[in-house]
């Protein structure tokens, strides 16, 4: 498989060749290996697309010529190609050794555990990718049997919208959703964290693995890993960030997805491609309203008069989701069950206890000890806390 990733990755490094003609070229031999060994595409030489011939014959001969399907087997370029192929593997091993020593798994494009939502809706689908931790098995069926969400928004999102998308993503993935996200600043973090509360999420990088774009959240990534979710990347280890790159990476990000959430977005962001991807691919665009006269949402707006779904709250979430929704067993709230945890063995616990046990953030952990109290569930007394028992709640 190592081998298999470093012709993939000799072959995306030859110039003149880009995501587009990899992904055709793919299509016509059908692996990496059939075109590194000078074998005919799989279909004959009537499969491989003018366009590409084109591209080819500019990249490898220098001109444009008029080369014909019956003209292949003699053509310049597929030998050129191979050489060039072969004189890059030693760099690309370079890469693949690379991502072992940081313990990334590798899946190509041939692999049987490949997405199958990332062959049937991407137009030049990634040719390996590098995952750190488990990409789960919801983000790798097909587009309406994925069980996950993609949430995009602004880097500078305001607090009400890093809030609601922090805790509509933990009732998101709390409903055995995974939460897919860019590992950016602001609203792709908020989506992360609250899905890390509840359950399980995926974030997808604009670089390599080795240059992880904000440095501040290498310890994110570190959790979404450690937690059953994945890092992954289509780019080598020590590719850095760059701008072109996130667009490109947004159509895995929707890809990977059965619907998209935009939480914030101006009618210039970013997370509007992930819209033009998502849409494309036929995903369902769920969009967060806010003022009309938010400049920091008019994107967002623009979106909501094309048709989107307005997203007032995780139940709009999981309307698109009712099969998930559905296998789900019943779970008390997710704040209350390791409250009533943390009290089951009896007797008097202060708050400072509880959330100790708990490693829930105090503001919300005395809210829910409050609504607790209110509810009958437990009791207080001088500052301390306990269950109250089905006897005395009774009496």
């Known amino acids: 498989m190592d081998e298999r990733a470093a012709l993939h990755l000799a072959l995306a490094a030859v110039p003149g060749i880009g995501p587009v003609s990899a992904a055709q070229l793919m299509s016509a031999y059908g692996s990496i290996e059939a075109l590194a060994e000078g074998r005919e595409p799989k279909s004959g030489w009537d499969s491989l697309p003018l366009d590409l011939i084109r591209r080819l014959d500019r990249a490898f001969l220098h001109e444009s010529t008029e080369t014909s399907r019956h003209d292949l087997r003699t053509a310049g370029w597929p030998r050129a190609l191979r050489a060039a192929i072969h004189a890059g593997l030693t760099q690309a091993r370079a890469a693949v050794k690379a991502a072992r020593d940081l313990d990334l798994r590798i899946v190509c494009r041939e692999d049987e555990d490949y997405p199958i939502s990332l062959l049937a809706d991407v137009a030049a689908p990634p040719s390996v990718l590098f995952i750190s931790g488990t990409l789960p098995d919801a983000c790798r069926k097909s587009h309406y049997e994925l069980a996950s969400l993609a949430v995009v928004g602004a880097r500078a999102a305001s607090r009400y919208s890093l809030s609601f998308t922090r805790d509509m993503a933990a009732e998101v993935a709390d409903a055995g959703i995974v939460v897919v996200s ?36 290498s310890d994110l990534a570190r959790r979404i890993a450690e937690s059953g979710g994945a890092v992954i990347s289509e780019w080598p280890p020590d590719t850095n960030p760059q701008q072109g790159h996130f667009p490109w990476r947004n159509r895995i990000v929707s890809a990977l997805s059965r619907a998209v959430a935009v939480i914030e977005a101006t009618e210039r962001s970013g997370a509007l491609s992930t819209v033009e991807h998502a849409l494309a691919q036929g995903r369902h665009i769920l969009v967060m309203p806010d003022r009309p006269d938010s400049q920091r949402s008019n994107g967002n707006l623009g979106l ?45 616990h202060t708050a400072q206890v509880v959330a100790t046990h708990t490693e829930l953030p105090v503001p919300k952990l005395l809210a829910s000890l409050t609504e607790l109290e209110l509810k009958g569930a437990i009791e207080m007394q001088d500052g301390r806390y306990r269950l109250v028992s089905s006897r005395r709640k009774r009496a």
């Open 304 to 348: 909501l008069r094309d048709g989107a779904t307005p997203l007032m709250d995780a139940s709009d979430v999981l309307a698109v989701f009712p099969d998930v929704v559905a296998a789900q067993p019943p779970k008390k709230p997710r704040l209350e069950h390791p409250i009533l945890a943390s009290l089951a063995g009896g007797g008097w």
């Open 182 to 217: 860019g590992l950016a600043l602001g609203v792709d973090a908020a989506a992360h964290e609250g899905a890390l509360e509840t359950g399980t999420t995926v974030a997808v990088l604009g670089g390599g693995h080795g240059r992880l774009h904000p440095q501040s959240h």
